[in-house]
């Protein structure tokens, strides 16, 4: 399987006897997380984006290192069956999408294969319980928050407007995305119709939750269409293990413990971010919810003494950090209240399967099941459940 969890690795291979700029042929064997096909001159790995397992390629080296390298594509010499012909004109050049050339049944299950490889290599889970990706029911057309960025072009002479080069750190022009939701393809229209005053501006395009309240800078899940699924795969989850209280840590504006607690007896919210804090107590008074409250602060520093209000052996500790994952601190917090439960909501599969790693040490918790929510079509990225069980 794939090569590497977060940067890639290889077999120790001797020096390279190829240089940079090189045109090689490759046969392409594996797709490595992060969306790079796998291919090899001998024992030495080769990197190439944009390609599908089965294919055999001429590709030109872009970079050599000592033990792999990296390509970009020439020409397709045999194609595989499951490439498709792509559906936005940027593809390969804007840097959002890894996998628009190749048929969404066969994403869903290269992902499934990366998240179990990165289970067993970075996890260390011999048999790691993943589930098949729950698909979502649409897989273009559905992102309701892009970045947009601005960039003076100097030999053009003209404003670059869009999403940032996957080959540079030059901005990409760009129309239109085809894997945004149509009104913010408007609203993208409006903004190059109205474009900042100079480059180097960051600008959120964003369509509201309907029925939450969300600040400017505050987190929610981009993609209205599946997010049901994902809630669903979380309760199902709770109920299983006859939870009594929840902590949400890491909870934004309360999308999870909201929607889960008539599943509860009480829960706990906790949130660095002051705004979503409080949006969070106005989405629980707008729905009435009465069993549950909200507290500002760091994770690290308040999840010892939530913990504690509870009885540990009917609590489940819910988390939904960042990509980065989870800081060694509050996963050490976790060990020593060990709570019954641990659900971790997490769109990195190689840092939620380190996280895991930690809080399964010495038998302290057993990973139940895994089960991927399809949450960014056409991109290297998924959302996991993991459900964790104090053993």
């Not at 997380?33 to 790995?45: A, I, M, N, S, T």
């Not at 098949?132 to 649409?138: F, G, L, R």
């Not at 599946?226 to 890491?250: E, K, N, Q, T």
């Not at 520093?301 to 209000?309: D, E, F």
């Amino acid at each position: 399987m794939s090569e590497s969890p977060l940067t890639p690795a290889a077999p120790t291979a001797v020096a390279p006897i190829h240089r940079m700029g090189d045109r090689v042929t490759l046969e392409i064997h594996d797709l490595a997380f992060g969306g790079e096909g796998v291919g090899r001159l001998g024992e030495f790995v080769v990197f190439v984006p944009f390609v599908c397992p089965g294919e055999r390629v001429e590709v030109k080296l872009t970079e050599v290192k000592k033990t792999f390298a990296r390509a970009s594509l020439v020409r397709l010499l045999t194609t595989a069956p499951e490439r498709v012909e792509p559906r936005c004109e940027h593809f390969g050049e804007c840097g959002g999408c890894q996998y628009q050339h190749l048929d969404y049944a066969a994403q869903l299950r290269w992902k499934r294969e990366q998240i179990t490889d990165l289970f067993e290599r970075v996890g260390g889970f011999a048999t790691p319980p993943i589930r098949e990706v729950i698909p979502c029911p649409q897989p273009y057309g559905y992102r309701n928050r892009i970045l947009v960025r601005s960039q003076w072009n100097g030999p053009a002479r003209k404003l670059n407007l869009g999403y940032v080069r996957s080959d540079c750190g030059l901005v990409c022009d760009i129309h239109s995305c085809a894997i945004a939701e149509p009104a913010l393809n408007e609203a993208l229209q409006h903004w190059r119709r109205n474009p900042p005053p100079k480059g180097g501006i960051k600008t959120v395009l964003r369509l509201p939750a309907e029925g939450w309240t969300v600040p400017e800078h505050s987190f929610f899940q981009n993609n209205f269409f599946v997010l049901p699924a994902l809630l669903d795969a979380v309760r199902a989850r709770l109920r299983d293990a006859g939870i009594r209280h929840l902590i949400d840590a890491y909870c934004g504006v309360g999308y999870f413990s909201l929607s889960l607690a008539d599943a509860v007896d009480s829960f706990l919210g906790v949130e660095l971010d002051a705004p979503a804090v409080k949006a969070a107590r106005k989405n629980q008074v707008r729905r009435g919810i009465t069993n549950g409250e909200y507290v500002s602060g760091d994770t690290d520093a308040l999840l010892p003494s939530l913990l504690r209000k509870l009885d540990a052996q009917k609590t489940a500790a819910l988390l939904d950090p960042p990509r980065v994952g989870c800081r060694p601190p509050s996963l050490h917090v976790l060990r020593e209240t060990h709570p019954a439960q641990i659900l971790y909501v997490s769109c990195h599969p190689a840092t939620l399967a380190r996280d895991l790693k930690l809080l399964c040490e010495d038998g302290r918790y057993r990973l139940v099941d895994v089960q991927p929510v399809d949450l960014f079509p056409q991109t290297q990225h998924v959302e996991c459940v993991a459900d964790l069980r104090a053993a």
